[in-house]
């Protein structure tokens, strides 16, 4: 099994930043691939952007130059830098990670309002 923490969710200013940690424990070593999800109110959980274990990243377009995915050297930190945040960033954003299975972490709220 593997674990997920997410942390780092706030409220922020539109043009702001935040960064989200997700850090995983347990069979680490059956990640192939792990990446950030988020879910607003009323809508389908949707694909923030993903990194695979050689380091591949896909990102939506929605987010693409502003958000930026990464991990820490030993692969048990998944990171995402998030600048020039919008209204529209608003959600609660999930980490997840799939190898043998998917699991999925508990949440973090991002809310981006003046």
Known sequence: QVQL?????GLVQP???LRLSCAASGSIFS??????????????????????????????DSVKGRFTISRDDAKTTL?????SLKPEDTAVYYCKSKGLNEYWGQGTQVTVSS
Do not use: H
């Open 31 to 60: 990640i192939g691939v792990m990446g950030w999800y988020r879910q607003a109110p009323g809508k389908q959980r949707e694909l923030v952007a993903v990194m695979t274990r050689g380091g591949t990243t896909t990102y939506a």
């Open 79 to 83: 990171y995402l830098q998030m600048n």
């Open 15 to 17: 043009g702001g930043s």
């Open 5 to 9: 923490v997410e942390s780092g969710g």
